[in-house]
Nanobody, 125 residues
Framework: QVQLVESGGGLVQAGGSLRLSCAAS????????MGWFRQAPGKEREFVSA????????YYADSVKSRFRISRDNAKNTVYLQMNSLKPEDTAVYYC??????????????????WGQGTQVIVSS
């Protein structure tokens, strides 16, 4: 069992930056692939970014590529999402997720076993 707790959300002006953190419980964090997802009001949850257990493989949604950066610190059981050049359309609840199975092909958007409760990000224009 893994428990995930996100933090770092808030209100920021367009063009600003935020860094989200996701702290995981459990001794096996380093064996999990991790992902960030978001859900805007009235919209379905969407994939944002994912990182393999080693950090050697990283994926981004096209909408955030070049603006967001995912990273992890296995010694601290934490995954991060650095968000730069934020836009109003980035406004959403951001969730981190963990999956036991390693990535295979393009399946990094599905198959997550554990989810956090989410942290709100609001980007004002």
């Amino acid at each position: 069992q893994v428990q995930l707790v996100e933090s770092g959300g808030g209100l920021v002006q367009a063009g600003g930056s935020l860094r989200l953190s996701c702290a995981a419980s459990g001794r096996t964090f380093s064996s999990y692939a991790m992902g960030w997802f978001r859900q805007a009001p009235g919209k379905e949850r969407e994939f944002v970014s994912a990182i393999s257990w080693s950090g050697g493989t990283i994926y981004y949604a096209d909408s955030v590529k070049s603006r967001f950066r995912i990273s992890r610190d296995n010694a601290k059981n934490t995954v991060y999402l650095q968000m730069n050049s934020l836009k109003p359309e980035d406004t959403a609840v951001y969730y981190c997720a963990a999956r036991i199975r390693p990535f295979f092909g393009s399946d990094y958007v599905v198959g997550y076993d554990y989810w956090g409760q989410g942290t709100q990000v609001i980007v004002s224009s």
